[in-house]
């Protein structure tokens, strides 16, 4: 099983500014990546997928980057909205495996 | 509109069974994989497994093989998760999702609303 290993657990941002999230795999899942974002009472929502491509509605101001084993969730400059969790989640191998969740707080 | 509706909370006792639903509209139901995802309370998300109504394909995650089983009615749109016998572990919240291809190499594009099971005596 592949394991994902998100960081930071928490990241503390002031709205405006830029936000990073990271995502590891434990081997090589390609650009099989997706990107959810969950608010408190609510079902996730895919923000990006094929590690780079902005599901549809998702602002430009996310952006996925990366491949293999090393991925990056960037939030351009933080809306009120955004305040949430975040996971990542390989679909390049059984089974797909999700990362723990990078929670984004208000600093 | 696509959209994935479940069905509502349940409370059940130990040993009990129970089989929740999750029925998809606005889409061919039966050309793309569902799959069921545990939210443990206050926990991340956990992929339990998929299938392909239009075979009924399914995978399972080891984790959840043998302690659930998926299954869909495609004259219904209709796909399921259920146990035989649940245990006071299985309190969470459970969420459909459609992956968003008629492969399962893919994403969770569309997400049902989630169904709370409660497994207390």
């Known amino acids: 099983e592949i394991v994902m290993t998100q960081s930071p657990a928490t990241l503390s941002v002031s709205p405006g500014e830029r936000a990073t999230l990271s995502c590891r795999a434990s081997q090589s899942v390609s650009s099989n990546l997706a990107w959810y974002q969950q608010k408190p009472g609510q079902a996730p929502r895919l923000l990006i997928y094929g590690a780079s491509t902005r599901a549809t509605g998702i602002p430009a101001r996310f952006s996925g980057s990366g491949s293999g084993t090393e991925f990056t969730l960037t939030i351009s400059s933080l809306q009120s909205e955004d305040f949430a969790v975040y996971y990542c989640?390989?679909?390049?191998?059984?089974?797909?495996?999700f990362g723990q969740g990078t929670k984004v707080e208000i600093k | 509109e696509v959209q994935l509706v479940q069905s509502g909370a349940e409370v059940k006792k130990p040993g009990e069974s129970l089989k929740i639903s999750c029925k998809g509209s606005?889409?061919?139901?039966?050309?793309?994989?569902i799959g069921w995802v545990r939210q443990m309370p206050g926990k991340g998300l956990e992929w339990m497994g998929i299938?392909?109504?239009?075979?009924?394909?399914?995978r399972y995650s080891p984790s959840f093989q043998g302690q659930v089983t998926i299954s869909a009615d495609k004259s219904i749109s209709t796909a399921y998760l259920q146990w035989s016998s649940l245990k006071a572990s299985d309190t969470a919240m459970y969420y459909c999702a459609r992956i968003g291809a008629g492969t399962p190499y893919n994403a969770f594009d569309i997400w049902g609303q989630g169904t709370m099971v409660t497994v207390s005596s």
């Open positions: 989640q390989q679909y390049n191998n059984w089974p797909k495996t």
């Open positions: 606005g889409y061919s139901f039966t050309s793309y994989w």
């Open positions: 299938i392909y109504p239009g075979d009924s394909d399914t």
